[in-house]
């Protein structure tokens, strides 16, 4: 059912009576938020019950300390109080970048967003930690128990990837601390937190930092393949030249498979995302690292 975005479309005429011949578009609708796009250059977003609004105002505080240090453009978050709290800022123009996108993009073109993210990691690990807790960054979320996983996703699983998930699964109970350690970091680098302009094939911007945080340094590499694996190969490659760092292609390649199956231990009960977490287990189990 679609929602009536008339309370939202109002409070945004009382904060701004300057946009009242403008053309409102919803394009989330939630649990947690709505978004309304305004003549396709504001973006307003409403938070929905008090943990939501908590969300929101941390979000505003990370990107006011994250912007400055960034060659990666992001939402300018703006919050407004009155008569309601929701927050404004201009639109980063674009569109996801999902896997049939990217298996279309020439050759340059995969090369130079793979720079730019790899560039955008590389900032982004290098932020003060002490400065990012007192915006309000905190822990990221954990990924679902691997006694939960056993018990829900094995099950899905077909038979020709039964086994792979299971020495998965073991490999990773084994697997020792992060050996780059904690940082803060986006954990949320898949195409649908990006704004890419297909027509020049170039990336314009990330948003949605409500889920970054303090975690496990190479966790941060995962999301890019829900993309393309080839895209999170080219992604740390670079970022290990540009850094220094010893990046191990093996662990990421291990915690791409366990990110799958936590989502799909979370979501079981639903057949849609079952089915394309399938596929997506499916396409790591293909195109995993060669050293995974």
């Known amino acids: 059912m679609t929602e ?14 300057e ?38 105002r941390r979000e505003a505080r990370i990107l006011a300390a ?25 639109k980063i123009k674009g569109e996801h970048l999902l896997r049939e996108h990217y298996e279309k993009l020439r050759p340059a073109a995969r090369e130079k967003l793979a720079e730019e ?35 829900k996703a094995l099950p899905l699983m077909p038979d020709e990837l039964r086994l792979l998930c299971e020495r998965t699964i073991t490999a990773y109970e084994e697997l020792p601390a992060d050996p780059l350690g904690m940082t803060y970091g986006f954990f949320d ?24 945080g303090f ?9 890019s393949s829900l993309i393309a694996p080839e895209l999170t190969w080219k992604i740390v490659d670079r970022y290990g030249r ?24 979370e979501l079981a009960d639903d057949p849609h995302y079952v089915e394309m977490l399938h596929d997506q287990l499916a396409a790591w189990a293909k195109d995993r690292h060669p050293l995974g």
């Open 4 to 17: 009536d975005i008339t309370l939202y479309r109002d409070a945004v005429l009382r904060a701004f009576p």
């Open 19 to 56: 946009l009242a011949g403008a053309s409102f578009r919803p394009l989330t609708m939630g649990f947690h938020s709505l978004a309304l796009d305004v003549d396709d250059r504001l973006i307003f977003k409403f938070p929905k019950g008090p943990e939501a609004e908590r969300a929101l």
């Open 66 to 90: 994250v912007r400055p240090h960034l060659s990666m453009p992001v939402p300018d978050l703006a919050l407004i109080e009155d008569p309601m709290l929701f927050s404004r800022h201009t």
């Open 117 to 151: 993210l790899a560039r955008f990691y590389a900032e982004i690990h290098a932020l003060d930690p002490l400065s990012m807790r007192q915006a309000g960054a905190t822990e990221i979320l954990p990924w679902r128990p691997v006694s939960e996983i056993r018990a």
């Open 189 to 212: 680098g898949h195409g649908w937190n990006m704004a890419f302009d297909h027509g020049t094939q170039r990336l314009n911007g990330v948003y949605d930092f409500a889920d970054s």
């Open 215 to 223: 975690g496990p340094l190479h966790q941060d590499f995962v999301y």
């Open 242 to 265: 540009m850094t220094g760092r010893p990046i191990n292609s093996e662990r990421i390649s291990l915690l791409i498979g366990m990110h799958r199956l936590s989502d799909l231990a």
